[in-house]
């Protein structure tokens, strides 16, 4: 439903909220991270401290979870 979400989030929820993102989020939507990245999903671009993360068509937990 969303096209972007800003997250300040910890560490220790990264992994949890990576997967929910992945299925809830619509192919195209962006995700803008500050400080922790999420362990599985590559960003599109790194500023300082900041991830930038895009939902690609086809992405999703399962696919990210066979490469790790």
């Given at each position: 439903q969303y096209d972007a979400v800003i997250l300040f989030g910890v560490f220790y929820i990264m992994d949890r909220l990576e997967k929910k993102l992945l299925s809830e989020l619509k192919p195209g939507a962006v995700v803008i991270c500050n400080h922790f990245k999420f362990p599985?999903?590559?960003?599109?671009?790194?500023?300082?401290?900041?991830?930038?993360?895009?939902?690609?068509?086809?992405?999703?937990?399962?696919?990210?979870?066979?490469?790790?």
């Open positions: 599985g999903w590559k960003p599109v671009r790194i500023e300082k401290d900041i991830y930038i993360y895009q939902k690609t068509s086809g992405l999703t937990a399962d696919r990210i979870s066979a490469k790790t």
